[in-house]
């Protein structure tokens, strides 16, 4: 079942500003960090429910190699995307979204 996926702003803006965060620290790192996140939505669109749910109806996806984990829920007709969020944050920040 593949569903279209949809990326919250404050997703959208984290992801955004990570990929800059990776980029100026070392130069193709941003761009490694954006196929790792791009991998693991591609894997979320084409198998919503692959992953486990963690919180009320929000499903965990973990970004291999980056501190990162992805954030979603199944909704009717789409995939909504509440964070792409580093690990070391406080969980409250994504936990309040949608």
């Given at each position: 079942?593949?569903?279209p996926l949809i990326l919250l702003d404050e997703a959208r803006a984290e992801f955004d500003d990570s990929h800059d965060w990776y980029e100026a620290r070392q130069t ?71």
């Amino acid at each position: 079942m593949s569903l279209p996926l949809i990326l919250l702003d404050e997703a959208r803006a984290e992801f955004d500003d990570s990929h800059d965060w990776y980029e100026a620290r070392q130069t193709g790192l941003g761009a490694r960090f954006d196929a790792a996140v791009n991998g693991v939505l591609a894997l979320i669109e084409k198998s919503p429910r692959r992953f486990p749910v963690v919180y009320k109806d929000v499903r965990r996806a973990i970004v291999p190699v980056f501190p990162f984990r992805i954030y979603y829920a199944v909704e009717a007709g789409h995939i909504l995307v509440t964070s792409v969020f580093h690990t070391s944050r406080d969980p409250a920040i994504w936990q309040g979204r949608r």
